[in-house]
């Protein structure tokens, strides 16, 4: 009880009381990218096209829209602001982990990684493919939109690094504690913001579906898994991993998936989360330690006649006074800045 309620008024709830023992064991943290280590809340910040921009917002921008992924939120806010009204399209179709497809005005518009438009039939230019990895050593998220039978354009969307995600990641390496980040995005695009971070395992291209594959890899090698996500696709990694930990600002699906629910997207709450457990859990073993201790001691000598029972019942009554005080000196826990 002192431990959930000094992990509450932090900022983390505990669900149950055997995670505080499952914490202790953590040696590896998985966090999924966007909404943990990243903001999550994205802008789209590169329109690359020979075609007339409002015209090629409008069709990919009501694609996305219809995609409802916080990527396609992005274009259809941008179009938003510059005042260009988007329609519902004919037919929308999403693609996890490769992007949307619709129709508009009765054009076939296909919008994603440039894999998906290839199997279309679409081949990027070599320019649109320079556009592409230059976005992508810039850190952002870029992909290509097409419609008949030709690529019309490419898009950037940046995702900004929460200033406190360097901190954590650098705690929880102090602590033991190996850290990976799991993302949909490419290579490129995944080493320049685990760079950022100071992250050296990353995931990348990983669709929504293989996060507990990754989980379940690391757990047959003898891992105890964390695993930090806000997303709907990220609910069975939590379920999977020895330790789930949802961000509170995610979705509700996340949230009941989750053992520890972060109530803000501060991602130094993490490394916070697995040092107030272990240090309840030794609360916990110094607590049982005494308690066992005054009472072996003191109750066999009495029934021996070798003490006197009220020196006895004494003793077992400071067990209890002892285990309380014990576990308030966990209302003192400071952890570091957050």
């Not at 990218?33 to 921008?61: N, Q």
């Not at 308690?291 to 000598?301: E, G, H, Q, R, S």
């Amino acid at each position: 009880m002192a431990g959930s309620g000094r992990g509450a008024e932090l900022g983390i709830l505990f669900k149950r009381a055997e995670v505080f023992e499952r914490a202790t064991t953590i040696d590896a943290v998985f966090f999924d990218k966007t909404g943990t280590l990243t903001t999550g809340v994205m802008e789209l910040s590169d329109l690359i096209t020979d075609e007339p921009k409002e015209v090629f917002l409008r069709y990919v921008a009501s694609i996305e829209n219809a995609s409802g992924h916080p990527i396609g939120k992005a274009v259809a806010l941008s179009a938003d602001e510059r005042g260009i009204e988007l329609v519902q399209p004919e037919q929308a179709t999403s693609l996890a982990g490769l992007g949307a497809s619709g129709r508009v005005d009765g054009i076939e518009i296909i919008v994603g990684k440039p894999d998906l438009l290839r199997e279309a039939g679409m081949e990027p230019t070599p320019e649109q493919l320079d556009s592409l990895e230059r976005l992508k050593t810039e850190a952002k998220t870029a992909f290509i939109a097409g419609w008949y039978g030709k690529v019309r354009g490419v898009l950037g969307v940046a995702d900004s690094v929460r200033p406190q995600s360097a901190r954590a990641v650098a705690a929880l390496g102090d602590a033991g504690v190996e850290v990976a980040m799991i993302t949909g995005d490419n290579v490129r695009t995944a080493s320049a913001i685990a760079d950022l971070i100071g992250v050296e395992r990353i995931h990348a291209d990983v669709r929504p579906g293989d996060k507990t594959t990754l989980v379940e890899q690391a757990q047959e090698l003898g891992r105890k898994v964390a695993f930090v996500g806000d997303g709907i696709n990220d609910a069975p990694a939590l379920v999977q991993a020895d330790l789930g930990i949802a961000v509170g600002s995610g979705t509700e699906v996340a949230v009941e998936a989750g053992d520890v629910v972060l109530l803000n997207g501060n991602p130094l709450l993490v490394p916070t989360t697995i040092d107030l457990a272990g240090a309840t859990f030794r609360t916990i073993k110094q607590n049982l330690f005494w308690a066992f201790a005054y009472n072996t001691a003191a109750i066999p000598l009495a029934a021996l006649g070798l003490l006197n029972p009220m020196i006895a019942a004494g003793a077992m009554a400071f067990s209890s006074v002892s285990v309380v005080l014990n576990a308030l000196r966990l209302r003192r826990y400071r952890p570091q800045e957050i």
